[in-house]
């Protein structure tokens, strides 16, 4: 079985936001986050410095992407209790 590239990941931003995101290499896009690099996205340029809170290794891009949008539906408090667990993110149907 090929390993995965992609993974969804979330990240604690200084601010105390969480940013969900998805990506191949979670370095270089860490780096990019914290302005180290350039691609970045907009809304951590001004809540830097971020740090990886959670990641999850996916099959495809398209199950990376699937999981994004489901974890960007839950509160905040969801996203913290899943961080915490630090549990693999079990899709919703």
Do not use: D, R, V
């Given at each position: 079985m090929r390993q995965s590239k992609w993974a969804v990941y979330i990240l604690n931003c200084a601010d105390g936001s969480l940013y969900t995101g998805v990506t191949t290499d979670m370095e270089r896009r860490l780096r990019q986050h914290n302005g180290e690099i350039v691609g970045g996205a907009r809304y951590t340029r001004v809540r830097r410095p971020v740090a990886v809170a959670w990641q999850q290794s996916c099959e495809s891009r398209s199950q990376?992407?699937?999981?994004?949008?489901?974890?960007?539906?839950?509160?905040?408090?969801a996203k913290e209790r899943l961080i915490n667990a630090n549990a693999p993110w079990i899709p919703q149907d």
């Open positions: 990376a992407c699937k999981y994004e949008a489901q974890i960007k539906t839950l509160s905040k408090s």
